[in-house]
């Protein structure tokens, strides 16, 4: 285990010593800051919240997986990297279950646990005293890209976290009704959030509302296969870029990679860490296409409103609550999205609209300092709820 305490960490540890500062540990994500997904985003805003709310914030990660020269980085936020298997099916657990027992050590007043898998682990933490809030994400035992085992896995790290976590976290309203109906708990809305950006420049060879885009994890709930049919046909009037991969290699890699080389109209860019970059490309797309279909609140979506993206998204109940009137929508055949991009690609006075109505959306509901607000709130009634069960059972 490799434990990294900022160089500027001296008056919160000063503060913990006497008793001043409570201690917050975020657990189930690669690390501060990182850039793979939805729940580092998260915490490369949460985090430093926390530490200008007054918290001792400690992030688990893994090895390899953050930027610690990030110039963004905020050094008061304490790192710890913890061990685990680098595999598909085993990462999230035995990271999951090092960084826990690391936290076991601690005890901190509060963990945030991202990810159900964990649920495994979460009676450690009630044993040691601590409590927990959970984010329990999407409903991950319905994803395609998972086999059996893994689906059964999650499902039995679910009913876990259903039993042991003391508050949960739902991104949207509908993951919050699938718990209440499948598990019997209530849970706390939180979404996500989105940062609206200056005017960016324009990447290289782009021209605004002119390029078709789509960012996302090359799975098959995310529409890339009937995405990438649709492309033969898109390509021929419009500019393509691809964000993304599957992180581990395999047909729909060679897929993206066999469409640039076919196609002088498709630039694929594979995974992005560059935000400004990224931000860009939403900022001016001409239609950002979200196919996203199992989970709630997607991250990228969010994001992409935050941007003013002229938004086509794959027509599901998590897409039309977050987007409301803000979007147009399609069935996930090959032949209705390049259809629906293709219109709105075709009519500018349309795609003003959406971007306008994105923004506004982003605005009203799906904001950084909310989200993270929220968060703050969720945590602190947790501490306090623990308090006042171990007062109810001293006196009785």
Known sequence: ??????????????????????????????????????????????????????????????????????????????????????????????????????????????????????????????????????????????????????????????????????????????IARRWKTDFGRDSVFIPYGGETPEQLPLQDGLARRQYVLVVARFVPENTIPEFFEAVERIARNHAVVIVGSSGYGGELDEAASALDKAHENVSWLGHLSDDRKLLSLWQNAGVYFHGHSVGGTNPALVQAMACGAPIVARDTVYNREVLGDATHLTSPTPSDIAEAIEKLMSDREAQEIASQKALQRSAEIYTWDSVCASYERGISESIGRKSRLRSSAAKG
């Open 1 to 174: 285990m490799q434990l990294n305490h900022s160089k500027n960490g001296g008056v919160l540890e000063k503060e913990r010593a006497m008793g001043r500062a409570q201690s917050v540990a975020i657990i189930g994500t690669r690390g501060y800051p990182s850039y793979y997904g939805g729940f580092e985003t998260a915490v490369r805003k949460l985090a430093p919240y926390l530490v200008d709310a007054g918290w001792d914030t400690t992030v688990y990660g893994r090895p390899g997986s953050t930027r610690q020269d990030d110039l963004d980085r905020d050094l008061r936020v304490r790192c710890v990297q913890t061990r685990g298997l680098e595999t598909k099916s085993l990462s999230t657990l035995s990271y999951g279950l090092t960084a826990i027992m690391h936290a076991v050590r601690s005890k901190p007043d509060v963990a945030l646990i991202m990810n159900v898998a964990n649920g495994f682990w979460l009676p450690l933490l009630r044993l040691r005293g601590i409590p927990t809030v959970v984010n329990v994400d999407g409903i991950e035992w319905e994803r395609a890209k998972w086999g059996r085992l893994a689906k059964a896995v999650f499902r039995m790290g679910a009913r876990l976290t259903a039993r042991f976590g003391d508050t949960l976290v739902a991104d949207s309203v509908e």
